[in-house]
């Protein structure tokens, strides 16, 4: 079983920034793809953001490209969401999540337990 801590939501004015953390225990860290996934009030959860286990491959959401952008610190065991330009419809709970599978675009194996993020206008 990997464990999956998301931290470092909070409330923020529109056009702010904030930085997501996600750290990682109980697997090899390295052997993983991760991803960030949003989840906002009466809406399904959404893909945001992909990344390789070298860091040397990402995928975004179109909705995101441009302002958010996924890093991962393998010595850390830690994946980031750096979210600049932030805009009130990006208010959601936000997941990380670990996957074997190569592919960018999931399976996904592991969830955390989500850190909420508000956008106010």
């Known amino acids: 079983q990997m464990q999956l801590v998301e931290s470092g939501g909070g409330l923020v004015q529109a056009g702010g920034s904030l930085r997501l953390s996600c750290a990682a225990s109980?697997?090899?860290?390295?052997?993983?793809?991760m991803g960030w996934f949003r989840q906002a009030p009466g809406k399904e959860r959404e893909f945001v953001a992909a990344?390789?286990?070298?860091?040397?491959?990402?995928y975004y959401a179109d909705s995101v490209k441009g302002r958010f952008s996924i890093s991962r610190d393998n010595a850390k065991n830690t994946v980031y969401l750096q979210m600049n330009n932030l805009k009130p419809e990006d208010t959601a709970v936000y997941y990380c999540?670990?996957?074997?599978?190569?592919?960018?675009?999931?399976?996904?194996?592991?969830w955390g337990q989500g850190t909420q993020v508000t956008v106010s206008s």
């Open positions: 999540a670990a996957g074997l599978s190569k592919s960018l675009l999931g399976p996904w194996d592991f």
């Open positions: 109980g697997r090899t860290f390295s052997d993983y793809t």
């Open positions: 990344i390789s286990w070298s860091g040397g491959s990402t």
